[in-house]
């Protein structure tokens, strides 16, 4: 029987093969973490969409303030899970319970780093794009690179700002090491459709053509199972907790969000959240929230109801470690059972009913449709009158070209010949403009663009 180790799923190799440094208190998964929190896509996250697009409420989540909890989350729900691996003896003993949890926070650091402005109506509108008014640059690509674009996916894009586009260029991007690249990559496969009847998720996939040689390098260092010969691999075991630490937050902070903004009422909150309190300590949590007003209740209890969800993680975790190390896809969540499954069940019902439909979020989502449209369909103009005929293109494109970064691309696009066509190279260097835009820059661009902006 198949079945995935440890001592390879927790490489501290770095990208390339790189070995990493040997540095007294700090691991090398520690530094990982580190190299994500200094970079340039991971503080834009502060001016990118959570929930709520160009929120003027400085309570509301912004997805950098969403990651850092998320990691504080999964750091400790790595941490839980490290300490019973290794009473188990089942990781080598030079990996502590604390580099499973740095593995983990760094993880879900990064989960979110390649998204786009506006979230998930960002990655919707790229795709609408390509796939309508921006097809006639896709008839040069290969089908696998047009469907990369018409299929556009911001976990897919975030291990390209990882290995490609962050720090080194082209050349390892972040170089962080393979543990911590192979869980963060929670759809390990291609947008390629000849595989789309085999892999777990039809409408996912979290590697770029760009990226798939980096992706093989990862997935063969870390020993993740191959499932076919397209491409697809199981899932890193450390992904599922990352993907539950995203659950948990999405679940109990989206709902204050709510409540912040007067959508949601605390009574509706506290039925969704009360049966995960623990029994002894509910007379005095309730004590402790008479007389305060409703906007400062969830602190009180936000710490009890994520232990009570990261305590169900971790066992649900280790009692089906075997069947995650086969390669057998879970989902974490439900597997926890009981009044934990419950009620991020009922969290994520209660948002999609009330929360995704807020009126002003409608709006704005609605909006940033002609934004995306209008800085791709200038960009990808630009770029490809550039690759059609590289030393006689209009000056307009020239500006454009400056303003992206002509020295920024790919150095395989202009090679006589490589697995990727020139076209889709170029194209990949705009979604990599486009995909770290803020919200704020990217409304300011389009405006700009449409001769209706204002100097800065």
């Given amino acids: 029987m198949n079945i995935m180790k440890w001592e ?86 030079n990996i502590s319970a604390s580099d499973i949890g740095d593995i983990v926070q760094s993880t879900c650091l990064a989960h979110d780093i390649g998204n786009p402005p506006f ?101 063969n260092a870390t020993g993740l199972l191959r499932r076919s010969e397209d491409d697809w691999y199981c899932r890193h075991p450390l992904v599922y907790l990352m993907e539950a630490a995203d659950d948990f937050c999405y679940a109990l902070l989206d709902l204050e969000d709510a409540l912040e903004m007067g959508i949601l009422s605390w009574k509706k909150i506290f039925e969704i959240v009360e049966p995960v309190l623990p029994d002894g300590d509910k007379d005095q949590i309730l004590n402790d929230l008479k007389n305060v007003r409703d906007g400062r209740k969830p602190p009180i209890i936000r710490g009890r109801i994520m232990d009570a969800y990261v305590n169900s993680a971790a066992g649900a975790f280790m009692e089906n470690e075997s069947r995650i190390l086969q390669g057998e896809g879970v989902d974490l969540v439900k597997l926890c059972g ?45 770029v490809n009158e550039y690759v059609v005929n590289p030393k006689n293109y209009s000056f307009k494109s020239k500006r454009v070209l400056d303003l992206i970064g002509e020295e920024t691309f790919d150095p395989k696009m202009k090679a006589s010949s490589g697995r990727n066509t020139p076209s889709y190279l170029a194209l990949m260097r705009v979604i990599d403009f486009v995909g770290g835009c803020t919200d704020h820059y990217a409304t300011y661009l389009a405006k700009q663009f449409n001769g209706m902006g204002e100097a800065r």
């Fill in 8 to 93: 390879n799923l927790v490489n501290s190799q770095r990208i390339g093969g790189r070995p990493s440094k040997d540095e007294k208190n700090r691991s090398p998964f520690n530094s990982d973490h580190d190299k994500i929190i200094f970079s340039g896509a991971f503080r834009r996250l502060a001016r990118k969409t959570q929930v709520h697009p160009l929120a003027t409420n400085d309570h509301i989540h912004n997805r950098l303030t969403h990651s850092l909890e998320v990691a504080c989350v999964g750091r400790s729900l790595g941490i839980k899970v490290g300490q019973m691996l290794v009473e188990q003896k089942k990781i080598p003993e």
């Fill in 119 to 219: 979230g998930h109506t960002g990655e919707s509108a790229i795709r609408s794009w390509f796939s309508n008014e921006g097809s006639r640059f896709l008839e040069k690509l290969h089908e696998e690179e047009s469907d990369d674009l018409k299929m556009f996916e911001g976990n897919a894009q975030g291990l390209r700002v990882l290995t490609s586009a962050e720090y080194h260029p082209y050349d390892g991007g972040m170089r962080l090491t393979y543990a911590t690249l192979g869980s963060f990559i929670k759809y390990p496969w291609t947008a390629s459709p000849s595989i789309l009847g085999n892999r777990p998720k039809r409408d996912k996939f979290g590697v770029f053509q760009s990226e798939l040689e980096i992706f093989h390098e990862i997935a």
């Fill in 338 to 382: 009981g009044a934990v499954a419950q009620s991020v069940s009922d969290a994520k019902q209660i948002a999609k009913e009330y929360v995704f439909n807020h009126p002003r979020k409608i709006e704005l989502e609605i909006g940033s449709y002609s934004v995306i449209s209008t800085i791709l369909e200038v960009m990808c103009t630009a």
